[in-house]
């Protein structure tokens, strides 16, 4: 099915909708891409012509590329004319259940029977964006990382009425344009990558709410000890903190006490409107750049805390049959820049010293978040410690 796609729709034309529109059309798809004004397709795509000269600046692809890639993509503000006769739908607009439901529901009247329905959500439920056409089966995951054009990773995610044959089009799809698909099996709320960087974040809150660890304390020991590409609250920043708190919300509705959302630390920040690097400022200041970490509050925190909530939740993926341990690695690696995943870290660590930490950080603060998983507890009792044992998450 994948090799049949040849016209592709995107529907949204913000910075995720014209950087998926970009790399449909630099791998030689015909694309419509739609917006509700001329201005904004207008500004798309200057800005992917932009993109497609810094690409050719740096000679990843040929300048004659350039034109080619822009002569696929047509700009337009009407449904009937962007989707009558396209094999793939994607729409990439704002994280609003009702309006993905509205499009949806209109591309499918519209669109050809065969084609296929994608959402570009990074939490939302695909099988309630399904149920609101005629062809839940052709209903689909597929949730790029910022910016598109760059990041290699898309996470596929099946509906509850998703068929087998539309999951594998889209992974098929995925590799077509040069990315690494990963499959999340069932439609639960943060798919894997948000739902692991969630926890994450949240344990770094509370620390931070408890006073027990600056926010530059959390980040040095992050980035100068634990080896992660940003610190938390910088992450964050990055992310846009009107995203991580909404994301927060998701997750906090779909897990319960797990993802008790922290007071005080995200919300008024966001009320302030405080949003991270794209506002200026939120944790940091972005207004001269990049912020500082300062090194020498690299032992404020012990960031052996990300890694036992992260390994915790990886658990709970595998117990719940959402993923596998390659794919949660993956995942973690390609979306978020891990040095590596929360799987074949805790099989190097031993999970028998992972479980110890979740259970001294459990006993300590009694919060969900800390509750080793049964899975977890389980591998522990078995001895399947890891690569010392010869099996852990993974066998040797």
Not at 238 to 254: C, F, N, Q, S, T
């Amino acid at each position: 099915m994948a090799k049949e796609i040849e016209k592709v729709a995107v529907i949204g034309a913000g910075v995720m909708g014209h950087g998926i529109s970009q790399v449909f059309a630099m791998k030689g798809y015909n694309v419509n891409i739609v917006d509700v004004s001329e201005e904004i397709l207008r500004k798309a795509l200057q800005n992917i012509e932009w993109s497609l000269s810094k690409f050719a600046e740096k000679k990843r692809i040929r300048k004659e590329d350039v034109e080619a890639a822009l002569s696929r993509i047509k700009a337009t503000t009407s449904y009937e004319e962007a989707v009558k006769d396209v094999d793939f739908m994607i729409e990439a607009v704002s994280e609003n259940i009702e309006l993905k439901k509205k499009i949806f529901s209109r591309v499918d009247q519209l669109a050809p029977p065969h084609a296929i329905l994608a959402s570009n959500t990074s939490t939302l439920s695909i099988s309630e964006m399904g149920r609101a056409t005629r062809r839940p089966d052709k209903v689909v995951g597929m949730h790029w990382f910022n910016p598109p054009q760059l990041m290699q990773l898309i996470e596929v995610i099946k509906g509850d009425e998703t068929s087998d044959e539309t999951v594998d089009s889209v992974v098929e799809l995925s590799k077509n344009l040069g990315k690494t698909p990963i499959l999340c099996r069932k439609d639960v709320r943060g798919f894997i990558v948000n739902r692991i960087l969630g926890l994450v974040f949240n344990e770094a809150f509370w620390t931070y709410y408890r006073r027990e660890a600056t926010i530059e304390g959390v980040d040095s020991s992050v980035k100068y000890g634990g080896g992660f590409p940003m610190g938390w609250f910088e992450l964050c920043d990055y992310v846009g903190l009107d995203i991580a708190y909404e994301v927060g919300k998701v997750l906090y509705e779909a897990y319960g006490e797990r993802f008790k959302p922290c007071p005080e630390v995200i919300e008024p920040l966001v009320k302030e409107k405080k949003l991270g690097q794209k506002a200026g400022i939120g944790f940091y200041d972005w207004t001269k750049g990049r912020p500082r970490i300062p090194f020498e509050l690299s032992d404020e925190y012990d960031y052996e805390r990300s890694w036992a909530v992260a390994v915790n939740e990886a658990a709970w993926i595998i117990h719940d049959d959402v993923a596998d341990p390659e794919s949660i690695d993956t995942g973690m690696k390609l979306g978020t820049g891990w040095p590596q995943g929360p799987c074949e870290y805790a099989d190097r660590k031993g999970l028998n010293n992972i479980l110890k930490k979740l259970r001294e950080l459990y006993d300590k603060y009694k919060m969900e978040m800390y509750n080793p998983c049964p899975l977890l507890v389980d591998y522990v009792k078995n001895g399947w410690i890891g690569r010392s044992a010869g099996r852990g998450f993974y066998k040797y």
